[in-house]
């Protein structure tokens, strides 16, 4: 079925302004639908099949959102909080228009990869304990984590309320000395994702997750050219190879 859609909604939702804005340059004769200069801001048409012209530009149709994002500390992964910032509080406004939410959950004290999307069949996808998507983080870690860590994450540990770990790849890094001990720096890939997985991980084989980032979500990988708190949208192949890996 067509979708019908009124103009000033278009418009703003396109991210061309606020709806009073939009009204007034809708009044002054910028705006055509299909060539024809149109003044009545409520005026419905179909998006998809209709051509929506600001001053020269056309207006392109979209109601999904995929965007990128280096989630800094400091930012809980919620859509609104009374207290604290959240990751919806780092998107222009054009872009919270169309109400994108976090896939999954980073804590406030990790940074790194954050996907916000729209897409409620794809986020879905993306968290279904089924999938097994694959998660890879970097940590720094308190302790001297070896070779006995690496065979007791591939068995799979037990969390202290009991819950089994799925088989998860943890390759060592560098190690540092530092007054208090040493600090080895990490990857880890997971498959699952319950709730402080990695640091609960790590406090299994008794040593302490100091700092801790996520690089990739299944193929989609974290932009190092973003700065921490930066975002932008998906690519073209970014999205499909999305939409492809958990069918
Ligand atoms: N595991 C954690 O412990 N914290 C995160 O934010 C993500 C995975």
Redesign the pocket.
């Known amino acids: 079925m067509a979708k019908r859609m009124r103009l000033d909604k278009l418009l703003s939702n396109m991210g061309f302004g606020t709806r009073s804005e939009i009204r007034k340059v809708v009044k002054q004769g910028r705006v055509t639908v299909d060539g024809v200069i149109v003044k009545d801001f409520g005026m419905l048409l179909d998006p998809e099949a209709q051509t929506v012209m600001f001053d020269d530009e056309t207006v392109i149709y979209k109601d999904t959102i995929y965007v990128m994002l280096n989630k800094p500390q400091g930012v809980i992964s919620a859509t609104e909080d009374k207290r604290e910032r959240t990751v919806l509080d780092l998107l222009d406004p054009e872009d919270q228009v169309l109400q994108p939410f976090p896939v999954g ?3 406030k004290d ?1 940074e790194g990869l954050l996907l916000l999307t729209n897409d409620g069949k794809l986020a879905h996808e993306l968290l279904s304990p089924k999938k097994h998507v694959p998660k890879t ?1 970097e940590a720094l870690v308190h302790g001297d984590v070896d070779a006995s860590d690496q065979d007791a994450f591939a068995q799979g540990v037990t969390l202290e309320d009991g819950y089994e770990t799925m088989p998860a790849k943890l390759i060592i890094g560098e190690k540092e000395s530092r007054e208090d001990g040493v600090y080895s720096s990490i990857t880890l890939t997971i498959h699952e ?1 319950k709730f ?5 991980m790590f406090e299994s084989v008794g040593k302490k ?1 100091v700092y ?1 980032r ?1 690089i990739s979500m299944g193929p989609l990988l974290l932009d190092e050219s973003l700065p921490l708190g930066a975002y932008r949208p998906l690519t073209e192949a970014e999205l499909e190879s999305l939409q492809n890996a958990h069918r």
Not at 196 to 200: G, I, N, P
């Open positions: 959950r980073l804590d990790t983080y994702g402080h997985q990695v640091k609960r997750v801790l996520r």
